[in-house]
């Protein structure tokens, strides 16, 4: 299958499987949870919530020692807040590397052929359909389009393999018609 646009995209597609594409599927997936895709953040600001408040109540009557100004008192309570969140989000990265390398498909080159009885995909390890009713939900993402088969697994199709912008306009179009769902941006 052509990466060129020789073949119509509606036909197939194919890429190579990259660890952006993977956090793009994370994101998703988080956001296909039960609080939509406004709480993706929300991990990092409860973890350093939980953290600054195990924190604030020992250290506070320390700081207080030194004549500090409950605003000084505050201002670094909010320093501490913000450096946590910072840090979980960099150490959900590091994990998320270290889970990508370990990933059959990572570095893979996939290609997705779009036909009546559903998406054929073939990788190095693995090949199958998946069905048009396996799909429940289509979301568009900036430069991914996803197609979830369940709460936590979603089939990732990036706009770069499509040659155009309406070679992806009209797969999408393909795909709702299939599935029988709306995307969900």
């Known amino acids: 299958m052509s990466r060129d646009g020789a073949e119509s995209s509606t036909s197939g597609i194919a890429y190579t499987f990259t660890f952006e594409d993977f956090l793009a599927a994370r994101r998703a997936l988080a956001w296909n949870g039960v609080f939509g895709h406004r ?5 990092y600001v409860i973890f350093a919530g939980i953290m600054l408040a195990c924190w604030w109540i020992p250290v506070r009557y320390e700081l207080r020692a030194y004549a500090l100004s409950d605003a000084y008192i505050v201002v670094l309570a909010l320093v501490a807040a913000i450096a946590l969140m910072i840090f979980a989000w960099a150490l959900d990265l590091l994990l998320a590397r270290m889970v990508f390398r370990r990933l059959a498909i990572a570095g893979a080159d996939v290609s997705l052929r779009f036909d009546a009885d559903g998406v054929h995909y073939n990788m190095p390890s ?11 939900r289509v979301m568009i993402s900036p430069g991914y389009l ?5 709460k936590s697994e979603a089939m990732v199709l990036p706009r770069r393999a499509f040659p155009s ?12 018609t299939k ?6 941006s």
């Open 39 to 43: 709480t993706y953040w929300i991990r």
């Open 146 to 150: 996803l197609l979830f088969i369940s």
């Open 165 to 176: 912008d309406g070679a992806f306009g009209e797969t999408l179009r393909f795909v709702r």
């Open 126 to 136: 693995y090949f199958g359909v998946l069905s048009w009713s396996g799909i429940h």
């Open 179 to 184: 599935t029988g769902t709306e995307a969900v």
